[in-house]
């Protein structure tokens, strides 16, 4: 688990081993933890559960989402799509081939990411635009087979998923729906937390900065970004999946909307791509929001016109996320940050001195280091 | 049955269809080409012209055609002030990708206030000849059809003769070819941008209008449009105007000839095997020059 205070595993000579930021994480993350175990015992009733249900499968959709648009920068708006063919993946196979509820969502998943190969072909040979364009195509053209395609999908009657646990009542299902649904998004942030880390994330991060250049440096940008957009689909569809368990009723209009597409970008770059936990944080606030607003004023246009202001402000202003803009803001009232030129070389040095020393005493003060590894996990 | 007259009528309808495509493609390849954005509004604009062109004949009882006049001039204007306010302050290294977002969220938003304004019904313009019909060798053309074709050949022409012919189009088609060159001989690129998205939205006007004239009409029909029109330009070649407008011709008859042996949706499905095709074996589209090869 990303944790901050492992320092152990590592050498703790080198690196520097418990700051006050990294602690500060790793508390944090513990909260996270805490809260997502906790929250069903919290919730007040069954309807805030399945609510926090509804934002942790967002939460669970744009961190899948992150997959390509946070490493290689190319935005999907087509992964609403993805999600609906792992729901319908998964609700045609325990209804038509009787298979078990759970096998039927590992079958969905490996399939549609089986689909995704060609789909990122077309997709991905060429630049942006194109993906762009075939995202939104996807929804499209998915929408108009599943609508149509009556007697195998139901069509625009809808199709009956039956629950995979029968006997248990409706909190008691929810509950074991919340535990799946955060066990999932575990899986999902521990997967782009390795990725992040590995040689490989380093290339599709190149490409995101520059194509060009990370081609010209060797890297097989083509099935790099195919890939994690395999990767990506298998995910999305795993949560799609996981949802048409849940919810057990599938209607093409929702299921294949670009609208849960654009959704997963706005909480995405609303957290900030970048970053691991960016989607997660953007679907607690876009998510908690459109469950409220849902409530509070039904569906109206205003929807749309307030998800299109949001989206707009977002890509406009910050661009990076809201936690960096954030961050940038606060930098303007401090005082400016010195550039390394305007410190001596004699200054640096005893800098770096100063810093080994503590380092090596820090290390020295805590012998092992390995039981501070315990409680981060 | 399918007798040979039914399949000259399909023939005629699919390319009366085409020439509309055409001209909405021209407009989203205008766009590409300026600035190498996929415009997802612009269908969103074209359902707000048809929209327009309805409320001044049902409230005002001006002829929908009349409606240009205002919309035209309105669009320009618009396209300009998309460009220069919005589109131009994005990042250059991400422009793309933010471009397709924010003219999402703008469609989104035309999308919202057309649902607000005028709610989700259905719309229908009645005009007087709103159901006269042409016979031509056996087939039957609605004359609403034929304006509206009329409306979309004339606007081609405009386009194509103010692009080829005026001091203007050489400096469009030479901030289209390349800006820093264009640039060097003295074009004003940033000012010739805004007023090619004009243009393009200028098109979109027209269109809405000639949509208008026999089609129901309703807030989220832009997305039955904008597919099919990405389509078009990808497999005509991102950035190539004639590519794009053969595209459209060659897809609208398709499309329609395929309305006889399927139903209308599996028909349209046609667009989305042609661009996934099209993706997948000549990524640079059939037409396209340079420009398409890397994007």
């Known amino acids: 688990m990303p944790s901050a205070s492992d320092p152990a595993t590592t050498s703790a000579a080198r690196r520097p081993a418990v700051t006050p ?138 199709l009956t998923v039956p629950r995979p646990f029968p006997d248990l009542l409706r909190p008691e299902h929810h509950r074991v729906f919340w535990f799946l649904f955060a066990g999932l998004l575990a899986l999902a942030l521990l997967v782009w937390w390795l990725i992040d880390r590995s040689r490989f994330g380093l290339g599709l991060k190149a490409i995101r900065e520059d194509e060009d250049k990370a081609e010209s440096l060797g890297i097989p940008t083509f099935a790099y970004k195919l890939v994690v957009f395999v990767v990506s689909a298998g995910f999305t569809a795993a949560a799609g999946g996981l949802y048409a368990l849940w919810f057990g009723d599938l209607d093409p209009v929702f299921q294949f909307s670009i609208l849960t597409g654009s959704y997963l970008v706005l909480m995405a770059l609303l957290g900030g791509v970048r970053s691991l936990f960016g989607p997660l944080l953007g679907a607690l606030v876009v998510g908690t929001a459109l469950e409220y607003f849902k409530v509070e004023y039904g569906s109206t246009p205003l929807h749309l016109v307030a998800t299109g202001l949001l989206l707009a402000v977002v890509v406009l202003f910050m661009p990076d996320g809201v936690l960096p803009a954030v961050a940038a803001g606060i930098d303007r009232f401090r005082p400016a940050q010195q550039s390394i030129r305007e410190v001596t070389a004699a200054e640096l040095r005893e800098q770096r001195a100063g810093g080994a020393a503590a380092e090596t005493e820090l290390a020295g003060a805590r012998p092992g280091g390995a039981p501070a590894t315990k409680e981060g996990a | ?134 016979e031509l060798l056996g087939a039957r053309i609605a004359v609403v059809k034929l304006i509206a074709f009329g409306l979309a050949v004339a606007a081609l022409l405009t386009l194509y003769l103010l692009l080829k012919r005026t001091t203007f189009g050489w400096a469009l088609r030479a901030t289209i070819q390349h800006p820093d060159a264009a640039r060097l001989v003295g074009i004003d690129t940033n000012r010739v941008a805004g007023y090619g998205f004009g243009i393009g939205l200028a098109t979109a006007a027209v269109g809405g209008t000639a949509l208008a004239l026999d089609t129901t009409i309703y807030p989220s029909l832009h997305w039955h449009w904008i597919g099919p029109l990405m389509a078009i330009i990808v497999v005509g070649g991102l950035g190539s105007v004639p590519g794009a407008a053969a595209a459209a011709m060659v897809l609208g008859l398709t499309q329609s000839l395929l309305q006889i042996p399927l139903n209308t949706t599996w028909a349209q499905t046609i667009f989305y095997l042609a661009l996934f095709a099209t993706l997948a074996f000549r990524p640079q589209g059939f037409f396209g020059g340079r420009l398409a090869q890397r994007f």
């Open chain 1, 21 to 158: 930021a990294r602690a500060a994480r790793g508390v944090l993350l513990l909260l996270v933890v805490v809260a997502a175990l906790s929250f069903p015992s919290l919730a007040p009733n069954p309807y805030v559960l399945s609510a926090g249900i509804l934002v942790l499968n967002y939460a669970l959709l744009s961190t899948s989402w992150n997959f390509v648009g946070g490493f290689t920068g190319y935005i999907s708006l087509g992964h609403g799509a993805l999600a609906g063919l792992g729901a319908y993946g998964t609700g045609l196979l325990v209804t038509k081939a009787g298979l078990p509820s759970f096998l039927a969502l590992l079958v969905a998943a490996l399939v549609v990411a089986a689909l995704a190969v060609p789909i990122g072909y077309a997709a991905l040979r060429v630049r942006g635009a194109s993906f762009v364009i075939v995202s939104i195509a996807l929804v499209l053209v998915l929408l108009l087979v599943f609508q149509s395609w009556a007697s195998f999908t139901g069509g625009s009657r809808g």
């Open chain 2, 1 to 134: 049955m399918t007798s040979g007259a039914l399949i000259f009528q399909s023939v005629i309808l699919g390319l009366l269809l085409g020439g509309l495509y055409a001209l909405l493609a021209s407009g989203l390849t205008l766009y590409f080409g300026i600035m190498r954005v996929v415009m997802i509004a612009h269908s969103a604009f074209l359902i707000l012209a048809a929209y327009l062109a309805w409320w001044s004949q049902t409230r005002l009882g001006v002829d929908p055609l009349l409606s240009l006049v205002v919309t035209v001039p309105l669009f320009f204007a618009a396209g300009v002030l998309l460009q220069r306010g919005l589109l131009s302050r994005l990042r250059p290294a991400t422009l793309t990708m933010m471009s397709v977002l924010l003219t999402f969220a703008i469609a989104v938003i035309i999308e919202g206030l057309l649902g607000y304004a005028f709610t989700g019904t259905q719309r229908r313009i009645q005009l007087g000849y709103g159901t006269a019909n042409l």
